[in-house]
């Protein structure tokens, strides 16, 4: 078993694809269908595309705060491929690549950070929670998911995705204790990107790994390179398996890096240097991985320039499209407090109804 | 027809949901095994199996916050607070969690569940077994806040929160667990949420309560036959039903409200403030509130200066009729 060979105590980390792209690991190279490789590749071309011209759009005036994955993609990307359709996706809110692959529009994903609810309404069939701000309170959500799997004995696991810093939160040593305890299919993927806003991950904890945590709940814990794509499908892939036999959870921690600020309204200069950060763009996981295609015959420099272009083109156009939807209606902040209205609600804004009948638009100035 | 207690009338409702419906489940602290330190969940977890009615870690964030998910996935969960005082844990899960989901999601989400919690003081119990938190949930928008007074109320509410296709915290009167008996129908019946019920009809005066005081104002009235009381059990805090309580206060110009919940920023404020905003010119006295004081609840020594008694409400209610403006 993969997670009997790497221990979190250890600090034995997986690694399959290095940062220079080459497979360092070749017994444990995962056959990958080409169709999932090019969507993996692509879907992190458009994460890294949509992050960076959101921060441009940000400084432009034209988007709110917004928290950019750039350096992050392979975290999110990897698992995702190794799941199934059936498989639920619960996010906190750096996992715009995961949403992404799992079927959340482009459209939907800017227009939540745009400030419009109807971005996290996502398709029928997508099965996904809405971006979940609360820190560390997703675990739970996870949990309660995968115990209705498994009550059901439906064929699905639920994948759950936390931040380093929200493994120092009391909910996330419930949710854990709480899957392990019932064994359910869940799946916690830590991005360790070794900043909770500004403050460390060494500062978070006494403990030299998040993997190692899983110890105490009497589950597997593995520390994966998180810029490895290949490393992160495999160990999920292997999760996965485990989940559906009905072993029980397990908790990946995903070393990685955050390259840009915790949100537009951070200055990550304040408290890390440069040089530390030149280090992480050099291990780059959309580096690594398109040389990986391009040895593999996959992919090639002009298909790349291809995807560059169109993506580019996608992206800015959805933004334009997102940019004149405009404000929601009045009634719509209303509608969704209960299925139906009650009578105070309704009294509430007939009364607004009148006042604006009466004075006008109410442009919030 | 049979006479049952509040307690059993719960019991009765949970057993008969889940008996009509495989995607109801029951779970908390000790409610399976045991059935519940009041025993409300017992005999559940023998006749429907340790799947759908067990005992969790104490975890009170991963018991609502994994009832959350299993909304989502299709369950209709009824989770155990064990004591209201120790629903704060999971306040965080209710209030940015359970109330929102279908607001965040545009309603693709929304949460059937059930968040039970016993509540209120007159037990003699430890220091967090006494409170009265209304307050921290009628305040929530997405929420919807029950407490019965009754056995047939209890188990018609009971059925109707878990019917309700949003999340309901059903405070259960503890005092008045096993107080008395009511006939309740054997079979399944939904009182309906967000209708309060005329207890007694009149003409002088409205007296407003919920939970165990309702019992405590019909004592009251019983030593001062000389008034004609209207009694509303407002029986759902939020969404409140003001119409019930503005049609009152139209026929009698005169209101108070009783309830253990500490008094400022209580439920009685806001009560207070609507039948302002409704019916001011039909008042011929002040509201008044008779409520618990600011405090912490004392512990057995000096709870008995924090429970209201029926003597204390037929002061306040010869009070409110001898005033003349």
Do not use: C
Request: hydrophobic share 40%.
């Amino acid at each position: 078993m993969l997670f009997d060979n790497y221990d979190p105590l250890k600090e034995q980390m997986l690694q399959i694809l290095d940062h220079n792209g080459k497979i360092v690991n070749d017994k444990l190279e995962p056959n990958i269908k080409k169709e999932t490789l090019i969507k993996m590749y692509e879907t992190m071309i458009l994460g890294r595309t949509s992050d960076e011209k959101a921060l441009q759009f940000q400084r432009q005036g034209r988007m709110l705060t917004y928290a950019p994955n750039i350096g992050q993609e392979a975290a999110q990307v990897g698992p995702m491929a190794a799941l199934e359709p059936q498989d639920w996706l619960v996010l906190a809110f750096r996992e715009f690549n995961a949403m992404l692959y799992k079927g959340v529009t482009l459209e939907q994903a800017f227009l939540y950070w745009y400030g419009n609810e109807r971005g996290s309404k996502y398709d029928d069939d997508v099965k996904v929670l809405p971006i979940n701000v609360p820190i560390g309170s997703q675990i739970n959500h996870a949990a309660g998911v995968a115990y209705a799997s498994k009550l059901k004995k439906l064929d699905e696991v639920s994948i759950v995705f936390i931040g380093d810093g929200g493994t120092s939160h009391g909910e996330f040593h419930e949710g854990m204790n709480f899957a392990a305890t019932f064994e359910l299919p869940m799946i916690t993927v830590i991005q360790n990107n070794h900043y909770a806003i500004s403050t460390p991950r060494r500062k978070a904890t006494k403990a030299k790994t998040l993997a190692q945590k899983a110890i105490a709940y009497g589950i597997p814990g593995i520390q994966v390179d998180g810029n490895d794509p290949l490393a992160m499908y495999l160990v999920v892939k292997e999760a996965r398996e485990r989940a559906i036999k009905g072993l029980g959870p397990t908790l990946i921690e995903a070393v990685t890096y955050r390259i840009g600020p915790h949100t537009t309204s951070d200055n990550p200069k304040l408290y890390r240097e440069d040089s530390e950060v030149e280090e992480w763009i050099k291990k780059d996981p959309i580096i690594r991985f398109k040389k990986y295609l391009i040895d593999k015959k996959i992919w090639t420099e002009k298909k790349d320039e291809e995807l560059h272009e169109k993506t580019k083109k996608f992206v800015l156009d959805t933004f334009k499209h997102v940019e004149e939807s405009g404000n929601v209606e009045l009634e719509e902040i209303f509608n969704y407090t209960y299925e139906k209205m009650t009578p105070n609600l309704i009294e509430q804004m007939n009364n607004y109804k009148d006042y604006l009948a009466k004075e006008g638009e109410n442009n919030g100035e | 027809m049979a006479n049952k207690t509040i307690l059993q009338a719960i019991n009765e409702a949970l057993d008969q949901t889940m008996e009509n419906d495989e995607n109801i489940i029951v779970y908390g602290e000790d409610v399976g095994y045991e059935g519940g330190v009041f025993r409300t969940t017992a005999g559940l977890q023998q006749k429907y199996g340790e799947e759908r009615v067990f005992d969790t870690p104490i975890a009170e964030a991963a018991i609502v916050g994994s009832a959350v998910g299993m909304a989502v996935n299709g369950l209709k969960p009824v989770v155990e607070m064990q004591f209201s005082g120790f629903s704060l844990p999971a306040y965080n899960q209710i209030v940015t969690h359970v109330a929102r989901f279908r607001n965040r999601s545009r309603g693709k989400y929304h949460l059937p569940m059930v968040i039970r919690m016993p509540y209120g003081g007159g037990v003699k119990a430890l220091e967090h077994h006494s409170e009265s938190l209304e307050t921290l949930y009628a305040h929530i928008p997405g929420l919807k806040l029950v407490i019965p007074s009754t056995p047939y109320d209890a188990k018609g509410l009971m059925i109707a929160a878990i019917n309700d296709p949003d999340p309901v915290v059903f405070m259960e009167p503890k005092r008045i667990y096993r107080a008395f008996k009511q006939e309740v129908p054997d079979e399944m019946y939904e009182v309906p949420i967000g209708k309060a019920r005329v207890v007694k009809k009149g003409n002088d005066i409205t007296i407003i309560a919920w939970g165990a005081l309702v019992r405590e104002v019909e004592k009251a009235l019983e030593i001062t036959p000389e008034v004609d009381a209207e009694v509303i059990d407002l029986r759902t805090i939020s969404p409140i039903d003001y119409e019930t309580i503005i049609n009152s206060v139209k026929k009698t110009g005169r209101v108070l409200i009783v309830h253990e919940a500490v008094k400022s920023f209580g439920p009685g404020a806001e009560i207070i403030s609507i039948i302002n905003e409704k019916a001011f010119l039909y008042l011929e006295a002040a509201p008044r509130r008779l409520t618990g004081f600011d405090i912490t609840v004392p512990l057995p020594k000096g709870e008995p200066y924090f429970i209201i008694e029926p003597k204390q409400i037929a002061n306040e209610v010869k009070n409110i009729m001898a005033f003349k403006a």
